[in-house]
């Protein structure tokens, strides 16, 4: 049985990044850490912060305010990396705060509006109206291009330095 679907209930991983919160789909969610020293990459992609360790497995970490051209941000006790699966690649994103798991009734989300925060639209699944609240759902899958997800492959392969 699909443990994100119950009925018409879809399971999100509620986040914000500069104080607007956002959701994704629990089911690419591999985990959640506290923020680590990231090692940089010589000549990676600018929205790449580097690569971390993560039990053995070099992970590729991501700036998702760097990647919506949002001003950085010094890591605090609340910032947080999500650990996903993008098409065969385990990325990290680094995220503000991690708020909560939720479930959203699917006849609540609207399809994404021409435009929002500034934020390509096609990251963008749709926006959820909550009772209290707005939440914006992404894609991480269409946050990084498919040549921006193959950049990633000679991160992990490099790995860090000795």
Do not use: C, W
């Amino acid at each position: 049985m699909n443990t994100q679907h119950t009925g018409d209930l879809l399971q999100l991983v509620s986040f914000v990044i500069e104080n607007e919160e956002f959701g994704i789909d629990i089911l690419t969610v591999q985990e959640i850490i506290r923020h680590v020293d990231i090692t940089r990459v010589p000549n990676a992609p600018s929205f790449v912060e580097g690569v971390i360790n993560l039990r053995g497995h070099i992970v590729p970490v991501v700036d998702l305010r760097k990647r919506f051209g949002l001003p950085s941000r010094t890591p605090d006790k609340d910032t947080r990396i999500v650990v996903v699966e993008l098409d065969n690649r385990v990325v990290g994103f680094v995220l503000d705060a991690v708020k909560e798991v939720t479930r959203v009734d699917r006849s609540v989300i609207e399809p994404a509006p021409d435009l929002t925060l500034g934020i390509d639209t096609h990251y963008i699944k749709g926006v959820a109206k909550l009772e209290d609240r707005l939440l914006i759902l992404l894609d991480l899958s269409e946050v990084l291009s498919v040549e921006e997800q193959q950049s990633l492959t000679p991160i992990q392969e490099e790995g860090v330095p000795a």
